[in-house]
């Protein structure tokens, strides 16, 4: 690979997008939407609970298989051709986003359910999302949770707040309404570009606080 090639791959570094099985499946589909879009590459791995959260909250079934899940969550998103997908089986420790030598923009989890907090805090690996996760954590990259659950326990916020000293942020899925929503995708949007702007990517047309 020439020089040029390699600040090329520098500048389009892929996202980890991973799903945990929280409430709000809609999170990560909008996130998809706007990153796809703007053409970003991203490397998705959701968790294994997260199939039966998707049948719960959408009716329908999330296919187990690399291939099929990419059509399925580009469907979701409504993007068919931009950007790069490439979608992760939930127990493939092998995967590229499994190694430290993968280089990455970093990665969300969204929405973060408090059991995956949990592990990631205690430096479990036991799947792919989380092993991406101690990955990130060990090669002092930047992991953003968003998590989402009601109300926090003492344990809950324990885990949350070990992680934020570790350097995680945490971003959790609370809207605002100072911009004004006026639907459901208004509010899950405001969250969305919370959280990226934690990777400093702006790609979603946020009515943005511009003072009084
Ligand atoms: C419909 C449904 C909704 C759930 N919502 C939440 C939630 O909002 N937050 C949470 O922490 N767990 C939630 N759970 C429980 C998690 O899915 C469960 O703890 C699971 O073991 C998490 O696994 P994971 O963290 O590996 O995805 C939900 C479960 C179901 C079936």
Same mark, same amino acid.
């Given at each position: 690979m020439s020089i040029v090639e390699l600040e090329r791959s520098e500048l389009t570094k892929?996202?980890?997008? /991973?799903?945990?099985?929280?409430?709000?499946?809609?999170?990560? =589909?909008?996130?998809?939407k706007f990153l796809l879009e703007a053409d970003y590459t991203i490397d998705l791995v959701a968790s294994k609970s997260t199939y039966? !959260?998707?049948?719960? %909250?959408?009716?329908?079934?999330?296919p187990a298989e690399p291939e099929q899940q990419e059509l399925f969550w580009r469907k979701q998103a409504g993007v068919e051709t931009p950007g790069k997908l490439r979608c992760?089986?939930? $127990?493939? !420790?092998?995967?590229?986003?499994?190694s430290g030598s993968f280089r990455t923009q970093g990665m969300i =989890?969204?929405?973060?359910?408090?059991?995956?907090? @949990?592990?990631?805090? /205690?430096?479990l690996s036991s799947d792919l999302l989380e092993r991406a996760a101690d990955v990130q954590l060990? %090669? $002092?990259k930047k992991l953003i949770l968003v998590p989402r659950e009601t109300p926090f326990s003492l344990v809950h916020l324990r885990n949350? +707040? @070990?992680? /934020?000293?570790? $350097? !995680? +942020?945490? *971003?959790?899925?609370?809207?605002a309404w100072y911009h004004h929503?006026?639907?459901?995708?208004?509010? *899950?949007d405001f969250v969305v570009a919370r959280t990226l702007d934690q990777l400093d990517i702006n790609c979603i047309p946020l009515k943005r606080w511009q003072g009084h």
């Open positions: 892929p996202l980890i997008l /991973a799903i945990s099985g929280a409430s709000g499946l809609i999170y990560p =589909v909008r996130a998809l039966m !959260v998707w049948q719960a %909250e959408q009716d329908t079934r999330m992760h089986r939930w $127990g493939d !420790v092998g995967a590229t986003i499994a =989890v969204m929405p973060c359910s408090m059991s995956t907090a @949990a592990k990631i805090s /205690a430096g060990k %090669e $002092g949350l +707040t @070990a992680l /934020a000293e570790t $350097g !995680v +942020t945490i *971003v959790p899925a609370i809207p929503p006026q639907t459901i995708e208004d509010l *899950v």
